[in-house]
């Protein structure tokens, strides 16, 4: 079981970015998939989240700029972040849900490096 991400980058303040988590070794179609973010000396937060189904929800703060997508034939989730501010600065992770019928616990990916300067 592997998650990869990437798409990460240094931007500056209003520009856009798009992060990648490819998969492998488990259901994708089956998962529910998140992307978290974690700034130095803060816990992980959820950032987005995607059902299996399509069904999206978002920290309030991105609502609206950033958009969480999946491609279940390259089983792949995808985070589109536009109008990006200097406090979405962080490390972003990708999450797949434990599940009965593809996973038995949470996975992460490694996780990419975001960086908006004002």
């Known amino acids: 079981v592997q998650l990869q991400a990437s798409g990460g980058g240094s931007v500056q303040a209003g520009e856009s970015l798009r992060l990648y988590c490819s998969t492998s070794?488990?259901?994708?179609?089956?998962?529910?998939m998140a992307w978290y973010r974690q700034r130095p000396g803060n816990e992980r937060t959820l950032v987005a989240r995607i059902t299996n189904i399509g069904d999206t929800r978002y920290l309030s703060s991105v609502k609206g700029r950033f958009t969480i997508s999946r491609d279940n034939v390259v089983s792949t989730v995808y985070l589109q972040m536009n109008d990006l501010k200097p406090e979405d600065t962080a490390v972003y992770y990708c999450n797949a849900e434990p599940n009965p019928f593809a996973l038995s616990q949470s996975i992460w990916g490694q996780g990419t490096q975001v960086t908006v300067s004002s």
């Open positions: 070794g488990f259901s994708f179609r089956h998962t529910n």
